[in-house]
C-alpha cells in the first residue's frame, strides 16, 4: 500500500539558492548476481533481507561473540534490498561526511539481515575498506562479497559451492537495529487509538497535514501538529524544484520523491528527476523540469513501509 502527501509550489516569485553539485568519496558495494546465498538452514535468502553499508561506534569491534551489541553501535550509511530473482544486491554510497564512525582510518562493514528472520546475520568487512574522503575526487571504491576478506558471522565461499554467501544463526534475542511499523505504532497511540481508526497509517489525527505514515517517515509526533513542510522544499540553482528529506535509518522505510506538472501523473523515473544524494540518512531529489513563467510543477514526498 502506499499512502501519500502532496506539496506543491507554483513557479513564480521564489528566489534562487545556488546548489553545489555532490562530488566524489563514493564506495561502490554489491554481491555478485546469480551466486547462491543461503540462510544457515540451506534455504536462499528471501526478498525481506536487506544489506546494510555502515560501521561502529565508539570503537566497537564487533565478534561473534558480542552480536547482542551490534544494533547498539551501528550506525547505517546506506541499505539497499536483496533480490532474490537475480540474487543481487548493489548500491552505491556517496560519502557526505567523514564524522565519526565514518572516518577515513575508522572500518567500513555490510551487514545483511531481514525482519522476517531476525536471526539470520551476516557481517563483512576487509582492513581494506575505510571510508574514502567526503567530497574527495578519487575514483570509487569497490566493496564486495567477493572482496570482503573477514566474515564476522555468516560464511563466504569464492569457489561459490555449494554456496557464494550463508549467513549465520545468531541469537535471536539480539536487538536488530530496525523499528517495524507495527511497533512504532504501538509506541506512539494507546490501545483504543489503535482501534479505532486514529492510527491508521492514512490517518491525521492532530490535523497538521502528515498522515501517520509520513510522522514516522519524518521522526515527528502523529498527536501533536507540527511545523508546515514547506522548508523540504526549495528551488535550485537550475531553477527547478529540490527536495531534502531527512530520513530515519531505523525506521524500515522506502522513501521516494516524484514530480508532477498537472498533479496527475507523478513521476520518479531518472527522466523526470534526478536524485542527488540518497543515502540512509538522507534523500536530496531535484526536478529536471525547470520553472518557467507558465509552468506549473509540483513536487512530493511518497512513503511505502518497507516490510
Ligand atoms: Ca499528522
Ligand atoms: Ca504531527
Known sequence: MIFRYCHGFFGLGLSLLLVAPVEGGQVDWSSSAF?????????????????????????????????????????????TAYNSETQLFAASHVVETNASPFGMTEQGYIWGLSINHPAEWVLLTNPEWTWPMAGGANPPESWTVRSSTISVVGTVDRSGEPFFLQTQAVDPANEIPWIRGSAWRSERFTETQLGDGTADWAADPDGDGKSNLTEMALDSDPLVADEPLASLVRVSSRNTLEMTVSKI??????????????????????????????????????????LTGVQRRFIRLTVVLDE
Open 35 to 79: 551466486s547462491t546465498h543461503l540462510t544457515s538452514a540451506g534455504v536462499p535468502l528471501d526478498d525481506s533481507f536487506r544489506f546494510e553499508l555502515g560501521a561502529f561506534v565508539d570503537g566497537f569491534t564487533p565478534t561473534a561473540a558480542n552480536t547482542a551489541d551490534w544494533a547498539a553501535h551501528w550506525r547505517v550509511a546506506q541499505r
Open 249 to 290: 535509518p531505523r525506521h524500515l522505510l522506502d522513501y521516494f520523491v516524484e514530480v508532477s506538472g498537472d498533479l496527475v501523473t507523478w513521476r520518479r523515473d531518472d527522466a523526470a528527476v534526478e536524485v542527488i544524494v540518497d543515502s540512509a540518512a538522507q534523500l536530496v531529489v531535484r526536478d529536471r523540469t525547470p
